[in-house]
């Protein structure tokens, strides 16, 4: 169940590679997308996950919001990053390296 609207789901060049190189990793990486849209953040630090979690109850008490979501996953093919912009138009899968 996705607790936002994630807009238009992006992936950059590095999370192509990846998800190119097997059906393993491909699924991997929608899993995260998965988690990031049902609320899971991830491996990001407590205060992080309570910045995302302000900006969801912001978004359901006054109907809009200013601060995007982000999540970190470690996975078997590296650390990948989602985004998702604060006007919920757009959500990124990305590499730290590509942020």
């Known amino acids: ?4 609207r994630t807009g238009l789901v992006m992936t950059t ?3 192509m590679r990846i998800m190119s190189a097997s059906r393993e990793a491909a699924d991997a990486i929608q899993k995260c ?3 990031h849209c049902s609320g899971d ?3 990001m630090c407590d205060d992080d ?6 900006s969801l109850d912001e978004e359901r008490e006054k109907g809009y919001t200013c601060e995007n979501l982000f999540s970190m996953y470690e996975t078997d093919y590296g650390c990948i990053y989602i985004i998702t912009e604060c006007d919920r138009s757009a959500t990124t899968i990305l590499l730290p390296e590509e942020y």
């Open 33 to 35: 997308l998965e988690r």
């Open 1 to 4: 169940m996705n607790l936002f």
């Open 49 to 54: 996950k309570q910045l995302n979690q302000d």
């Open 13 to 15: 060049p590095g999370i």
């Open 41 to 43: 953040w991830g491996d």
